[in-house]
């Protein structure tokens, strides 16, 4: 059990439909919504009080994106795309939430990213933003890194194709060979033992397995890095349903369908410490987890709400 889920409408006091992006503790989220014409994309703070900010605003017809979120000491941080006639533009942006203090761009100087839904598309350390790039070189990828306060950008060109995990890791990105994971500030590599049926995912502390059988059954275990620990995850019936392993080392996030439940899923807890699968809503239809907070809508129309569970206090 841990605290009741925090409950966000899916619509802001002015009637657009809002979708959370990065939920606090508090009940904070930055989220995106457009504006009353739909010719822009807003990015806005939404209080846990229902007081709405608005940060940022996008055309539409650019094909904004606001990703990768994360916090960094004190402050949310994201990046911003739009597509050009030409080529697109990146830049990466922080706010200090809970505040009257206006956002401001940390840079725009961040090559071709390689972003993958995953909280770690951004990483922070040490007073530094750390993301990935495509390099010019094949079969190479670009680490950036610039300060928080902003100033010139870092490059390293790392052999392989990557991508960025919790720090100092990386995680292979090819779909093909075995796993392997590789620390920036070393280049100590390990590989994850795997068998040509399965497909493995995996964070620097746990890996997630998906086996396919001769019948066409398919079935999720989690394991260490080194194989050991393998276990099986709740059944044939569940899929994943966040990217990322392990969320604080410890919870994988699955859904299940049901005949009840055609266009909505079933949203599941593993907690792989205690070995336990816990149900925590009976209809999910989209599902988001960063920071150790997790949250999903109850329906694809407008008037969905958000449901948002805080991981760390499962106990």
């Not at 010019?136 to 670009?142: A, L, P």
């Not at 493995?200 to 079935?219: A, E, F, K, M």
């Not at 792989?272 to 209809?283: C, H, Q």
């Not at 988001?288 to 948002?308: D, E, F």
Request: glycine share 8%; aromatic share 6%; net charge neutral.
């Amino acid at each position: 059990r841990g605290q009741d889920p925090i409950i966000i409408p899916g619509v802001l006091p002015d009637g657009s439909p809002y979708t959370p992006l990065y939920v606090l503790p508090s009940g904070t989220s930055l989220g995106q919504a457009p504006n009353q014409d739909g010719s822009r994309l807003r990015l806005v703070e939404r209080a846990a009080d229902g007081k709405v900010r608005v940060l940022r605003q996008l055309p539409v017809a650019n094909t904004p994106q606001y990703v990768g979120f994360t916090e960094a000491e004190g402050e949310i941080v994201w990046a911003e795309s739009l597509a050009g006639d030409r080529e697109g533009r990146t830049e990466i942006w922080a706010v200090t939430p809970e505040s009257k203090t206006a956002p401001r761009r940390v840079t725009a100087d961040t090559g071709d990213v390689v972003f993958s839904n995953s909280e770690y598309d951004i990483v922070a350390r040490n007073g530094r933003l750390h993301w990935l790039a495509v390099a010019t070189r094949t079969g190479h990828t670009e680490l950036r890194s610039v300060s928080l306060a902003g100033g010139a950008v870092t490059t390293r060109v790392v052999p392989g194709e990557w991508t960025l995990s919790a720090w100092p890791w990386l995680v292979s990105a090819s779909a093909s060979g075995p796993v392997r994971l590789r620390t920036v500030d070393t280049g100590r590599e390990l590989t994850v033992p795997t068998r040509p049926t399965e497909l493995v995912t995996c964070s620097p502390s746990w890996c997630r397995v998906l086996t396919h059988s001769d019948d066409g059954s398919t079935q999720l275990e989690v394991m260490r890095v080194d194989g050991s620990r393998r276990r099986p995850v709740a059944g044939d019936a569940v899929a994943v349903a966040v990217v990322d392993v392990a969320l604080l080392d410890r919870f994988e996030v699955l859904s299940a369908d049901t005949q009840a439940t055609a266009s909505r899923s079933q949203l599941l807890i593993y907690d792989i410490a205690t070995d336990r699968t816990v149900v925590i809503a009976e209809r999910a239809s989209t599902v988001q987890a960063r920071g150790g907070m997790v949250w999903w809508s109850t329906s694809p129309s407008k008037t969905s709400a958000w449901w948002v569970l805080n991981l760390r206090t499962l106990r």
